[in-house]
């Protein structure tokens, strides 16, 4: 990575990503004919969008200084391989949902993580680390309704 940003650039895009995901899973669901599997992209919606006001109160809340703090990372980053499957949209099964749903959180650390590591600012280094911890809670979260869904 050889670009720089600003934490608040950054936050921005990732409020994009996690829109973009959640319009991705929602267009899956759409297309899906198994109820089980529509049931889980319902509940990984649910989840990009908490994701998402999570990162909007970041960004509110977040001090002046953090938001103008500048980053490592390089916006350019294809990220359209992220949205790539190889399966049929109409006979998506709940695991390669949720293989996919590991990509995306698997993304997000790598990049929250390395974000964390980079930088100089303790502001900045805590507030991807709460990031990153958030994210895993999400997962833990994700895991649990996964679950409770199988066990209906």
């Given at each position: 990575?050889?670009?720089?940003?600003?934490?608040?650039?950054?936050?921005?895009?990732?409020?994009?990503?996690?829109?973009?995901?959640?319009?991705?899973?929602?267009?899956?669901?759409?297309?899906?004919?198994?109820?089980?599997?529509?049931?889980?992209?319902?509940?990984?919606?649910?989840?990009?969008?908490?994701?998402?006001?999570?990162?909007?109160?970041?960004?509110?809340?977040?001090?002046?200084?953090?938001?103008?703090?500048?980053?490592?990372?390089?916006?350019?980053?294809?990220?359209?391989?992220?949205?790539?499957?190889?399966?049929?949209?109409?006979?998506?099964?709940?695991?390669?949902?949720?293989?996919?749903?590991?990509?995306?959180?698997?993304?997000?650390?790598?990049i929250y993580q390395g974000i964390s590591k980079s930088n100089e600012s303790q502001e900045v280094e805590i507030l991807f680390d709460n990031l990153h911890q958030h994210t895993e809670q999400q997962k833990?979260?994700?895991?649990?309704?996964?679950?409770?869904?199988?066990?209906?």
């Amino acid at each position: 990575m050889n670009n720089f940003n600003k934490v608040h650039d950054f936050l921005k895009q990732n409020q994009k990503l996690h829109s973009r995901i959640a319009d991705f899973y929602h267009s899956l669901s759409v297309e899906a004919e198994n109820q089980r599997t529509k049931l889980l992209l319902d509940i990984l919606i649910k989840h990009e969008l908490e994701l998402l006001d999570f990162v909007s109160a970041y960004l509110d809340k977040a001090s002046n200084k953090t938001r103008e703090a500048f980053i490592q990372f390089d916006p350019e980053q294809n990220i359209d391989s992220l949205f790539s499957t190889d399966f049929n949209h109409a006979q998506v099964t709940s695991e390669q949902v949720e293989a996919l749903a590991d990509r995306f959180n698997q993304y997000l650390t790598s990049i929250y993580q390395g974000i964390s590591k980079s930088n100089e600012s303790q502001e900045v280094e805590i507030l991807f680390d709460n990031l990153h911890q958030h994210t895993e809670q999400q997962k833990k979260q994700l895991t649990i309704d996964i679950n409770e869904m199988n066990d209906i």
